[in-house]
C-alpha cells in the first residue's frame, strides 16, 4: 500500500535554531517528492520538488534530501524563524497511469521566541 | 498571493443541503485540483481536471461532483450534505497534468454544516 509517514508529529523549537524534519515512504513506483509548507489556514506552499535522480534541494533556509533507495527524505530548516511556525507536509508522486499523489499527515512546526 | 482564487472564503448551511465552490486557476494553468481537508487531518485528493476532461479520481463522494467550464475556472458541487462534509475545501491548480509540475493553491472555503 502507498504510505507517506512523516516524523515526528509535532515540533516546538525556540527562534534561531536548526531543525529536521523526516519523511518515509512507501510509494512505487516513485516519480518525485515534494514538501509543501501549510500556514494555519491557508493553502499549502509548495517549498521543494525532487526527482528520483536528486539528493539536495534548496530553497532559501529550507534544504530537502532524498535518498530514493532507502526512501527517506529530510527537510532541513536553517536558522528558525518565527514566521516558520507552519504545517510541513511531505507528498510522493507516484509514477505511471496512476501518478497520484499521496499527501502525508504533515509536522506541525512551532517556532516561539 | 498564488494566484488561484477561490470563493466563497466561508460559507455556512444547514444538512441536506447543496452548496457549490468555485476556482480559478492561475493564469495559463490548465489543471485544476480540488482537496477536502478536515480539522487536523490531512489533505485527502477529490478529484482533478484538464482542460476540461477528468483527469484522476480520488476519494470523492457520490454526493459530490465537479466540473471543469471551457473558460478553465472549476466548480465544486456538494449535495445532501452531512455533519462530516464540514471541511477546508481546497483547489489547486498547475501548468499541465505532469506529475513533475508544483500544485499552487489557493486559501481555501470554509464549509461549516450546522
Known amino acids: 500500500k502507498n504510505q507517506v509517514e512523516q516524523s515526528p508529529q509535532s515540533l516546538i523549537i525556540l527562534e534561531g535554531k536548526n531543525c529536521t524534519l523526516q519523511?518515509?515512504?512507501?510509494?512505487?513506483?516513485?516519480?518525485?517528492l515534494r514538501w509543501y509548507k501549510q500556514d494555519t489556514g491557508r493553502g499549502p506552499v509548495s517549498l521543494t520538488i525532487?526527482?528520483?535522480s536528486e539528493n539536495t534541494k534548496s530553497n532559501g533556509r529550507y534544504t530537502a534530501t532524498l535518498d530514493a533507495d532507502t526512501k527517506q527524505s529530510s527537510l532541513h530548516i536553517t536558522a528558525s524563524q518565527l514566521s516558520d511556525s507552519a504545517s510541513y507536509i511531505c507528498?510522493?508522486?507516484?509514477?505511471?497511469?496512476?501518478?497520484?499523489?499521496?499527501w502525508g499527515l504533515g509536522t506541525s512546526l512551532a517556532v516561539n521566541p | 498571493d498564488s494566484g488561484v482564487t477561490q470563493t466563497p472564503k466561508h460559507l455556512i448551511t444547514a444538512t441536506g443541503q447543496r452548496v457549490t465552490l468555485r476556482c480559478s486557476p492561475r493564469?495559463?494553468?490548465?489543471?485544476v485540483y480540488w482537496y477536502q481537508q478536515s480539522l487536523d487531518q490531512g489533505l485527502q485528493f477529490l478529484i482533478q481536471?484538464?482542460?476540461?476532461?477528468?483527469?484522476a479520481k480520488g476519494n470523492i463522494l457520490e454526493r459530490f461532483s465537479a466540473q471543469q467550464f471551457p473558460d478553465l475556472h472549476s466548480e465544486l458541487n456538494l449535495s445532501s450534505l452531512e455533519l462530516g462534509d464540514s471541511a477546508l475545501y481546497f483547489c489547486?491548480?498547475?501548468?499541465?497534468?505532469?506529475?513533475?509540475?508544483?500544485?499552487?493553491f489557493g486559501d481555501g472555503t470554509r464549509l461549516s454544516i450546522l
Open positions: 481536471y484538464y482542460n476540461g476532461e477528468e483527469r
Open positions: 493564469s495559463g494553468d490548465l489543471s
Open positions: 489547486a491548480s498547475s501548468a499541465s497534468s505532469g506529475s513533475n509540475q508544483p500544485q499552487h
Open positions: 507528498v510522493v508522486s507516484a509514477a505511471g497511469n496512476n501518478r497520484k499523489l499521496i
Open positions: 525532487m526527482t528520483f
Open positions: 519523511c518515509n515512504y512507501t510509494v512505487s513506483p516513485f516519480s518525485n
